[in-house]
């Protein structure tokens, strides 16, 4: 290991020891039941908020209460029922086209791959992510908006890519950390970094992070 990679590393678990006394109930915010559902869930979160999620979720799970039936649901009626998470027509394509091909491809079992997932309508490396950590216990992290502004913030990554800034850190964050650092990030974002509003004198991270105002 490199001396700089040893004391970015150090900083790291310094991090990550802050946020779990600060974010220790920190968790996915997607209501789910199966691997399945936290799938629709993902797609669905897309451009829209968990919380107008669940409020949509809890319905659609109930009418549409097995992969056959997401895979074989009529497209339009699919698309009304999933209207207020914005980008319906391409989300129902998308859960409508994922659950076809777990039904045909991977018999009705949803794959437990990144190379398999990223191969599913609509699935990108953000949602197989999120399905790995949650539902099988894989080590993964999820870069979405927050990930990628505070990693940036704390000069962790100097990168605005996705699968760039996921490198970056599995590099420097121990792997144990990588599902629970998501969430404790996501909280941090919504009421202490929040993004053009940083709460710097209520941050658990001040002394940690380059970008702190005085
Ligand atoms: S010190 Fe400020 S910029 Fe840095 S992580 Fe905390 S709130 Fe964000």
């Excluded at 895979?71 to 086209?97: P, R, V, W």
């Excluded at 437990?112 to 191969?119: A, D, F, H, W």
Aim: charged share 20%; hydrophobic share 40%.
């Amino acid at each position: 290991m490199t001396q700089n990679k040893a004391v970015e590393s150090a900083r790291a678990k310094e991090v990550v020891r802050l946020l779990k006394k600060r974010y220790a109930a920190s968790k996915c915010s997607l209501n789910y039941s199966n691997p399945h559902e936290l799938l629709v869930a993902t797609i669905l979160s897309a451009q829209c908020t968990d919380h107008r999620v669940n409020q949509v979720s809890s319905g659609l799970f109930k009418k549409y209460s097995s992969i056959e039936a997401f895979a074989f649901a009529n497209l339009n009626e699919l698309s009304k029922d999933i209207y207020s998470c914005g980008y319906h027509n391409q989300k129902a394509k998308s859960i409508q086209g994922s659950s076809l091909a777990i039904l045909n491809d991977y018999e009705g079992e949803v794959p437990q791959t990144m190379e398999e997932l990223i191969k599913l309508p609509g699935v990108g490396r953000k949602t197989a992510n999120c399905i790995l950590g949650e539902c099988f216990n894989i080590p993964s992290m999820v870069i979405d908006t927050h990930m990628i502004r505070i990693m940036n913030l704390l000069q962790f990554t100097a990168s605005k890519n996705p699968k760039i800034i996921e490198l970056d850190l599995m590099d420097i964050f121990d792997k144990r950390d990588w599902v629970k650092l998501t969430h404790m990030i996501i909280d941090h974002g919504r009421v202490i970094c929040i993004a053009r509003h940083p709460k710097c004198d209520q941050c658990v991270l001040h002394e940690q992070c380059p970008s702190a105002l005085q």
